[in-house]
């Protein structure tokens, strides 16, 4: 009961720290809002919100959201979050969507069954099927992908499947990463026994 009950005091503790820091420092540090917190009301009602979301020890609809060092918005949203009762800082999520907007202009929008959230260390583990939809209209499907909540980065886990402007393509992994230190220019790249099946019809049909 005793182990119970510290897991629940730091999981309030981090709540509370977090939720008003975050707001003000939305540039450098994730933060976190729920939907069933309403801030128009008053700062008891937003407290016993509060208490009610730790007690069941899940949070709905939470939003994560961070700008990397590099100038690019990184934004997670899910149907649900579940604090890890053994460690601080990190959340299994459900329903997970994420969207990557780069400096250059380009986006990536990414979905997961499931994520795994890791405060302390800036990574978003995704799992359960992923895909991933590109500005430069690549429709990409894998089993998992590892991002970063800090810096424009991404790799898949395993194989990739994807459908674009020149045809079908399968490759052992792909990574979305700036071209170069200091670079503008923000590559997806495909590596690791790279097949295309080239169908100059799909360039007409991804526009």
Not at 26 to 44: A, C, E, R, Y
Not at 84 to 104: H, M, S, V, Y
């Amino acid at each position: 009961m005793l182990r119970s009950d510290n897991r629940y005091s730091r999981f309030i503790a981090w709540l509370k720290i977090l939720l008003p820091v975050s707001a003000l420092a939305l540039l450098s540090t994730m933060f976190l809002i729920s939907k069933s917190v309403d801030p128009t009301t008053s700062l008891t009602y937003a407290r016993v919100n509060l208490e009610e979301l730790t007690g069941e020890q899940r949070i709905d609809s939470p939003r994560f959201s961070s700008v990397t060092e590099d100038g690019a918005a990184i934004t997670f949203s899910a149907k649900s979050a579940v604090p890890d009762p053994e460690q601080t800082n990190i959340f299994t999520a459900d329903g997970l969507a994420a969207r990557i907007e780069t400096p250059d202009g380009g986006a990536v929008d990414i979905n997961a069954s499931k994520a795994v959230i890791n405060g302390s260390s800036n990574i978003v583990d995704l799992s359960g099927g992923v895909t991933l939809v590109t500005s430069t209209n690549y429709h990409i499907a894998t089993s998992g992908l590892s991002t970063a909540m800090d810096a424009t980065s991404a790799k898949t886990l395993g194989p990739v499947e994807a459908d674009g402007p020149m045809g079908h393509l399968t490759a052992g992994l792909a990574e979305i990463t700036r071209e170069g230190e200091g670079s503008d220019t923000y590559l997806l790249v495909f590596k690791g026994g790279v097949k295309l099946i080239y169908d100059p019809k799909t360039e007409g049909t991804y526009k």
